[in-house]
Structure formats: C-alpha cells, structure tokens
C-alpha cells in the first residue's frame, strides 16, 4: 500500500517541500483551537472565543484566494516573505492583548493575524501538479497530502491542548506563530519545484475560474468547514463540562486519526468511479456519521463516535481536490484551490461562531446539532449542485 507514495515522494525536490509545507500548516489544527482554548480561560465565555475565533477564521477565508492569486502571478516565494512577516506581527500582537483587551481589540487583532496565513496546501498541491499533472501519480499526491493534512488534525489539537492547559493558556499560540513563519520560511526557499508564475498580462480568457464548474464544489465545502467549526468548539465545551477538559485534544485526534486512516487507503486504490461520484458518496456519508453526535453521553463513546464520523472525511476532501483540479486552469490552479480553503476556513469561522452561543445557552450536546445540520446541507449541496452541473451549459459563464 505504501509503495505508490514512496514513488511520488522519489520526484526531486518533492519530499522537501512536502515536508516543510507540512510543518507550516500544522497551525491550521492549532490556530482555532489555540484561540478557543486561550480566550475561553481569559474570559470564561464560549460564545466570546467562538466570535474570536470565527472572525480570526473568516479574515483567514476571505485573504486566501486572494493571497493565491498572488503567488500564481509573483511566485510563491516573493508572496510568503512579506506575508509571513506581516502575519508574525499580526499575531504577536494577538497574543500580547489577549488576556487585557475588550473583545473589539481581540476580534481586530485576531482577524489580521488570520488574513496573513496563506494557504500552504493549496500551494503544496499545486506544486504536486506541476510534477503529476494528467497522470495516476497526482491522485497519490493529492492523498498523500490529504493523509498529512489528517496526521496535521491528529498532532495539532493534542499540542495546543497540551501547551494552553498545561503551561499557559496562550502557549499554543506562541507555538502557532513559530511553526507558520518558521516552517513558511523554509517551504519559500524550495525554489526548484515553485510553479512558474504566470503575470497577469499572460492571462487569457480561457483562464477563467468557471462559476458552473466550481461553484457547487466550494459550497459544499463551506458546509464541511461548518462541520469542523462547531465540532471543535462543542468538544471543548463538551470535554469542560465533563471535567476533563485536557480530553479536547486527544478527542479531536481521534477524529483525524480516522480520516487519516481512510485517506491512507484510498490514495493506494485505483479507482474506476470518478472523483464527482466519489465526492458525492462521501457527502452522504458524512451526515450519516454525524447524526449520533447529540446523543452522546461519556467522553470515551464521543470518541469512538468520533473516529467513525472521521473516516468519511479525507475520501470526501480528495475527490473534491481532483475534482478542482480538472476544472481550473493551470495557470490559475492554485487559486483554485485556495477556493476550498476559503470555503473551508469560512465555514469554520460560521460552525465557531454559531456553536459558541448555542453551547453557551443550551449546553454541549445541543451544540452538535450544528454539526449535524451542517452534515444534511453539504449532502443536500452536493446533489443538488451535481444536478445543476449535468444540465445543458447556457450560452455565458460567470467567473470566481
């Protein structure tokens, strides 16, 4: 099964930026619950880290494309340096005014330290492309990737959770701006495998972002970052509430674990269904694993809850990568892709934002309906998006 990665992993050049990619974007499981974790202990309010949080988190959805679109016209490595200078500030500021500031200050502080973290996946992938394009081997790296992006949600939540409960509640935030920078740093200095920038006068028509084709996708992914969102601040609360709040960590690993799991073999699967049905499939089979969520009673059954709801996850994520990439322009892939981490990192920002109040006046287990809910809107999405797509093409085309 490992055989097929080790031979994407051969390509010059590929391990390390894969590698130091990884390191930059372990923060996208700490950054969120890093906040959660800190404000909560400085103001003892869900709801008020969950704002904190969802506007670090939106700030973060809106500036990916757009810092995307920026390293397919000016190279990755002349986007990151003064992107990541910026973002060290941002959050430093953040961490120095979390304890003392009103809420006002912290959202501010906290949005512009989410609008400067570029989207290290989105770039790792379309780096992968630019090795793999139009061959079996990019469905490996995409998995391969999608298998790190879970080992990513396995390690993160158990550090923040052990460096806020266990050193100080701020800690994992520290942490967080020391890998993105550092781990970015170095992901910039890989300049043998960077895509070739392409200005914007050499774009053509035929560089669109097609409205039709990735529209459906992008939303059904907002409605998954909405499953991630609320799934993260209610564990928190739900571990809290049990006494065993240092449990959150571990808890929302073994979600990861699961998806890592699954995306492990599906990246080692020759597949005769195509991606659009694959991603369909894993739509439903996200909401069905969600329903037990609100019904759950000891810490140790969420967690096998958990686990199973994981598996759904990375086959889902991977059929949506390859679909995107067959749908966008070369010279605009990694905007493309940055597409779903926007549609992601916003709907987190709205699962944060939502489940916060609603754990706060209902109790945790209510909280997880948002999930659940969320889970019923991205299989209803996915369907009726699929539809749409099928239909004849009118005449004209919007653009993202």
């Given at each position: 099964?490992?055989?097929?990665?080790?031979?994407?992993?051969?390509?010059?050049?590929?391990?390390?930026?894969?590698?130091?990619?990884?390191?930059?974007?372990?923060?996208?499981?700490?950054?969120?619950?890093?906040?959660?974790?800190?404000?909560?202990?400085?103001?003892?309010?869900?709801?008020?880290?969950?704002?904190?949080?969802?506007?670090?988190?939106?700030?973060?959805?809106?500036?990916?494309?757009?810092?995307?679109?920026?390293?397919?016209?000016?190279?990755?490595?002349?986007?990151?340096?003064?992107?990541?200078?910026?973002?060290?500030?941002?959050?430093?500021?953040?961490?120095v005014v979390v304890g003392v500031a009103p809420v006002g200050v912290l959202v501010g502080t906290a949005a512009l330290a989410g609008a400067t973290i570029?989207?290290?996946?989105?770039?790792?992938?379309?780096?992968?492309?630019?090795?793999?394009?139009?061959?079996?081997?990019?469905?490996?790296?995409?998995?391969?990737?999608?298998?790190?992006?879970?080992?990513?949600?396995?390690?993160?939540?158990?550090?923040?959770?052990?460096?806020?409960?266990?050193?100080?509640?701020?800690?994992?935030?520290?942490?967080?701006?020391?890998?993105?920078?550092?781990?970015?740093?170095?992901?910039?200095?890989?300049?043998?495998?960077?895509?070739?920038?392409?200005?914007?006068?050499?774009?053509?028509?035929?560089?669109?972002?097609?409205?039709?084709?990735?529209?459906?996708?992008?939303?059904?992914?907002?409605?998954?970052?909405?499953?991630?969102?609320?799934?993260?601040?209610?564990?928190?609360?739900?571990?809290?509430?049990?006494?065993?709040?240092?449990?959150?960590?571990?808890?929302?690993?073994?979600?990861?674990?699961?998806?890592?799991?699954?995306?492990?073999?599906?990246?080692?699967?020759?597949?005769?269904?195509?991606?659009?049905?694959?991603?369909?499939?894993?739509?439903?089979?996200?909401?069905?694993?969600?329903?037990?969520?609100?019904?759950?009673?000891?810490?140790?059954?969420?967690?096998?809850?958990?686990?199973?709801?994981?598996?759904?996850?990375?086959?889902?994520?991977?059929?949506?990568?390859?679909?995107?990439?067959?749908?966008?322009?070369?010279?605009?892939?990694?905007?493309?892709?940055?597409?779903?981490?926007?549609?992601?990192?916003?709907?987190?920002?709205?699962?944060?934002?939502?489940?916060?109040?609603?754990?706060?006046?209902?109790?945790?287990?209510?909280?997880?309906?948002?999930?659940?809910?969320?889970?019923?809107?991205?299989?209803?999405?996915?369907?009726?998006?699929?539809?749409?797509?099928?239909?004849?093409?009118?005449?004209?085309?919007?653009?993202?």
């Open positions: 099964m490992l055989r097929r990665y080790v031979e994407v992993l051969r390509a010059p050049g590929a391990l390390a930026f894969s590698a130091s990619g990884l390191t930059a974007r372990l923060t996208m499981s700490m950054f969120g619950i890093s906040i959660v974790l800190a404000v909560s202990a400085e103001t003892g309010s869900y709801g008020r880290a969950g704002l904190v949080a969802g506007a670090a988190l939106l700030a973060q959805a809106v500036a990916v494309p757009l810092l995307a679109r920026a390293a397919d016209r000016l190279g990755q490595r002349r986007m990151l340096r003064p992107v990541l200078s910026l973002h060290a500030a941002c959050l430093g500021a953040f961490i570029p989207s290290f996946g989105s770039m790792v992938r379309a780096r992968w492309a630019r090795l793999y394009g139009g061959t079996p081997r990019l469905h490996t790296a995409y998995a391969f990737e999608s298998v790190l992006d879970e080992v990513v949600f396995v390690v993160g939540p158990v550090v923040a959770t052990v460096l806020a409960t266990s050193l100080h509640p701020r800690s994992g935030l520290v942490a967080t701006l020391l890998l993105t920078v550092g781990g970015g740093l170095v992901f910039a200095a890989q300049r043998r495998t960077e895509p070739t920038p392409t200005p914007r006068q050499h774009h053509l028509d035929g560089d669109r972002l097609r409205t039709r084709s990735l529209g459906w996708i992008v939303l059904t992914f907002a409605f998954m970052g909405v499953i991630f969102g609320s799934v993260e601040v209610v564990t928190v609360a739900f571990t809290d509430a049990a006494g065993v709040i240092q449990a959150s960590g571990p808890v929302l690993a073994v979600y990861a674990f699961g998806s890592m799991l699954s995306g492990l073999v599906v990246g080692s699967v020759h597949w005769r269904t195509g991606p659009r049905g694959r991603f369909l499939a894993g739509q439903a089979a996200m909401a069905a694993t969600l329903l037990p969520l609100p019904f759950v009673g000891p810490v140790w059954l969420l967690a096998v809850v958990m686990f199973v709801a994981g598996l759904a996850i990375s086959p889902t994520i991977i059929a949506g990568f390859s679909l995107v990439e067959s749908e966008a322009p070369a010279s605009r892939l990694t905007e493309g892709l940055a597409w779903i981490s926007t549609a992601l990192n916003a709907g987190v920002a709205v699962g944060a934002a939502v489940s916060g109040p609603v754990v706060d006046r209902f109790g945790p287990s209510t909280g997880y309906l948002v999930a659940v809910t969320a889970g019923l809107l991205t299989m209803a999405a996915g369907a009726v998006g699929h539809r749409r797509r099928a239909a004849p093409l009118p005449s004209a085309t919007g653009s993202l």
